[in-house]
C-alpha cells in the first residue's frame, strides 16, 4: 500500500503546520510576559506593603503624626504596566 501525495496535499500540509507553529509560539511568548509581569507587580507591592507597615509603626501614641503627610519614597515608583 503506498501512499500519494500531491504537490496540493503537501502544501495544505504545510499551511497547517505553519499555523500550529505561529499559534503555540505566539501563546507560549504571551505566556511568559503574563508570568514576568505578574512577577513585577507582586515586587511592587511587596516593597508598598513594607513602607507602608514601616509608616504604620510611625504612627503611635507616643508620636502622632497623623496631621503630617509622611514622604514616602515607593510611591513616587511607576507601577508595572500589566
Same mark, same amino acid.
Do not use: C, Q
Given at each position: 500500500?503506498?501512499?500519494?501525495?500531491? *504537490?496540493?496535499?503537501?502544501?495544505?500540509?504545510? $499551511?497547517?503546520? #505553519?499555523? &500550529? +507553529?505561529?499559534?503555540?509560539?505566539?501563546?507560549? !511568548?504571551?505566556?511568559?510576559? *503574563?508570568?514576568?509581569?505578574?512577577?513585577?507587580? $507582586?515586587?511592587? #507591592?511587596? &516593597? +508598598?506593603?513594607?513602607?507602608?507597615?514601616?509608616? !504604620?509603626?510611625?504612627?503611635?501614641?507616643?508620636?502622632?503624626?497623623?496631621?503630617? $503627610?509622611?514622604?514616602?519614597?515607593? +510611591?513616587?515608583?511607576?507601577?508595572?504596566?500589566?
Amino acid at each position: 500500500m503506498t501512499f500519494r501525495f500531491t *504537490i496540493r496535499d503537501l502544501l495544505w500540509l504545510t $499551511v497547517v503546520v #505553519a499555523t &500550529a +507553529l505561529g499559534l503555540g509560539l505566539g501563546w507560549w !511568548r504571551d505566556h511568559h510576559a *503574563i508570568k514576568a509581569r505578574t512577577a513585577a507587580l $507582586v515586587e511592587h #507591592a511587596k &516593597a +508598598l506593603h513594607e513602607e507602608m507597615s514601616v509608616a !504604620r509603626s510611625n504612627l503611635t501614641d507616643e508620636n502622632p503624626t497623623f496631621m503630617r $503627610v509622611p514622604y514616602w519614597p515607593i +510611591l513616587d515608583d511607576p507601577i508595572p504596566e500589566p
